[in-house]
């Protein structure tokens, strides 16, 4: 089969914008193991206002430019902290924004997957399925399996920032698994 790089375009959505952010970190590091036809990008979510519905005629620039990216994007990636047992406000607020004005939502269709990492031993494995239910009803065909609860603890980035050698074999599973979703459903 030929290998046309950067083939499918995947907006990587982070749920969390602390500046050490695990969760950014796991998706600049799962990023590298993704295959050369898949260019993943991290959209930009930290400049966008509070949704508000009286704005859906007229919408932020910063809106305009999210909804563009993920229209433009043959994949999503959801990659979330957890905020008391939920997804946080910041990624909802996204998700709001971009399924709006109704009838226009950016998110129809296209294929995703979702990871989380948590300083909680249950690996954001609630605000992963609270985010479901939220995708499911905006009809983004999401990876059942495998799951991904990752457990943020020393050793799960190496020195360079790639995925240490304990989780790295579960990680470019669940990549390769994701890579074929995306595949199945953007053809
Ligand atoms: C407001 C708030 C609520 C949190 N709630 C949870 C929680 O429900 N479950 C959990 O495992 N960790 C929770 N945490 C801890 C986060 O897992 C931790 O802050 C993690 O580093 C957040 O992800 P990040 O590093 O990508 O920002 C919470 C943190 C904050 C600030």
Avoid: C
């Amino acid at each position: 089969m030929e290998i046309v790089m950067n083939q499918y375009q995947i907006a990587v959505v982070v749920g969390s914008l602390r500046r050490d952010s695990f969760n950014r970190k796991l998706a600049d590091a799962i990023g590298k193991l993704a295959p050369p036809q898949f260019s993943l990008k991290q959209v930009k979510i930290a400049d966008l206002p509070l949704y508000n519905q009286d704005d859906d005629a007229d919408q932020a620039e910063s809106v305009k430019r999210l909804k563009g990216e993920i229209a433009a994007a043959q994949g999503l990636l959801f990659v979330t902290a957890e905020y008391n047992r939920s997804i946080p406000g910041v990624l909802k607020n996204a998700i709001d924004h971009a399924s709006r004005p109704y009838g226009q939502s950016a998110w129809a269709g296209k294929p995703a997957g979702v990871l989380g990492a948590s300083v909680g031993a249950i690996g954001t494995s609630m605000a992963q399925q609270h985010l479901r239910n939220v995708l499911a009803y905006l009809d983004v065909p999401t990876l059942g399996q495998p799951e991904a609860f990752i457990h943020a603890k020393v050793g799960l980035f190496d020195e360079a920032g790639n995925i240490g050698a304990d989780s790295k074999k579960f990680l470019q599973d669940w990549m390769d698994h994701y890579v074929a979703w995306v595949i199945k459903h953007a053809s």
